[in-house]
């Protein structure tokens, strides 16, 4: 999922980059490009919120097994804490991915839009 999302957002600058070699001698129709880039956006944003859930369960059942291991003083939760620290982690890195690519291509439809007629833009914005 990494490659596809790293590899989706750099097509799309080289889309929005008017000296790009991908852009000689083409006209676009950004209409369809943006319709494109919103179904795009719709799958990764689905993808965000199912690791957004699983990201959650990992860590209430991580924050639950620290407080059982407190209470109980049980050794035998000590690996399953830290199997759950092992998953919690790769989990946050990939959320963190997700969420930070979703909100570039939210950027990305903006300078679509832009390139249409005059639109909204967060460079504009204080």
Not at 43 to 64: D, G, Q
């Amino acid at each position: 999922m990494k490659k596809r999302i790293i590899a989706y957002l750099e097509y799309i600058d080289e889309i929005l980059d008017e000296n790009s070699e991908i852009n000689k001698g083409v006209e676009r129709d950004w209409d369809k490009e943006m319709e494109k880039h919103l179904t795009q956006i719709a799958f990764f944003a689905h993808e965000r919120l199912v690791h957004l859930i699983v990201f959650c369960l990992v860590a209430v059942c991580t924050v639950m097994c620290i407080l059982a291991f407190v209470i109980k003083g049980e050794i035998m939760l000590l690996p399953l804490i830290v199997l759950l620290f092992v998953l919690l982690i790769p989990y946050c890195m990939h959320y963190y991915l997700l969420e930070n690519s979703v909100q570039r291509m939210y950027e990305q439809y903006d300078a679509m839009r832009n390139k249409k007629e005059v639109y909204f833009s967060m460079q504009n914005s204080k």
